[in-house]
């Protein structure tokens, strides 16, 4: 016991200098990869806009759709497009992470019914949440949409009246989704297809399902 307390105190200076050595390198190590990993990190700045076209221009310079590499602070924009009221838009980019702004436009003419006939600006306002306008516009958009999943409907009508003849009283008329159809143009829209088509019956079997034929593009097709 004695001669292992003498080897202690023979070399516990060495062996404490050695730790602390170590424990200092360790250190050192963990100041330099922090340093390092931050130096890798980056600020970006990723912007999604309705119109998809537009621009917000800050100090001069265009940014569109897409993620930019961006130095931190805050900025203040302008979103334009031709045809749409412009907004002016505050942006904070925070600094080693990515900031994203969804923003959107009011068309002069139409409002936010322009988007009926935009698909991929729709997905984008889907992610605007401070927006009360934009909420209610989706709300009716969706109900509208939600026609799309009861389609094929039967649109058939009796034409005895017409006809006259026996056998020849039926005309079987489907209305269908449109939206792949050439003809379309919007993402509302409906194929009614048949010999004859009777528009006030298809307006009828839309308006007993709760819809209005208003509100839809109507393309109407022979069998």
């Not at 970006?44 to 993620?67: K, W």
């Not at 958009?141 to 409907?153: A, F, G, T, V």
């Not at 058939?156 to 003849?165: C, H, P, V």
């Amino acid at each position: 016991m004695e001669e292992f307390i003498n080897f202690v105190d023979r070399h516990h200076k060495p062996i404490f200098i050695g730790v602390v050595v170590i424990g200092a390198a360790f250190i050192l190590w963990t100041l330099i990869t922090a340093i390092s990993l931050k130096a890798d990190k980056k600020t970006y700045l990723t912007l999604s806009f309705a119109p998809t076209e537009a621009a917000l221009t800050i100090n001069g310079t265009d940014y569109r759709t897409g993620t930019y590499e961006f130095q931190p602070g805050k900025y203040t924009g302008e979103l334009h497009y031709e045809g749409f009221t412009p907004k002016t838009v505050e942006i904070e980019v925070k600094n080693e992470a990515v900031t994203t702004v969804t923003e959107y436009l009011v068309n002069e003419q139409q409002g936010l019914a322009y988007y009926e006939k935009h698909a991929a600006d729709i997905e984008v306002l889907r992610h605007v949440s401070d927006s009360k306008d934009v909420g209610d516009f989706l709300a009716s958009y969706d109900q509208k949409y939600s026609l799309m999943e009861q389609l094929p409907l039967d649109a058939s009508f009796d034409n005895r009246a017409d006809s006259g003849f026996p056998g020849q009283d039926l005309v079987m008329v489907s209305i269908r989704n449109g939206n792949m159809h050439k003809k379309c143009e919007g993402t509302l829209c409906l194929l009614v297809v048949g010999k004859k088509v009777n528009k006030n019956k298809v307006k009828s079997v839309l308006s007993e399902k709760g819809y209005k034929i208003e509100d839809y593009e109507v393309i109407y097709e022979k069998e």
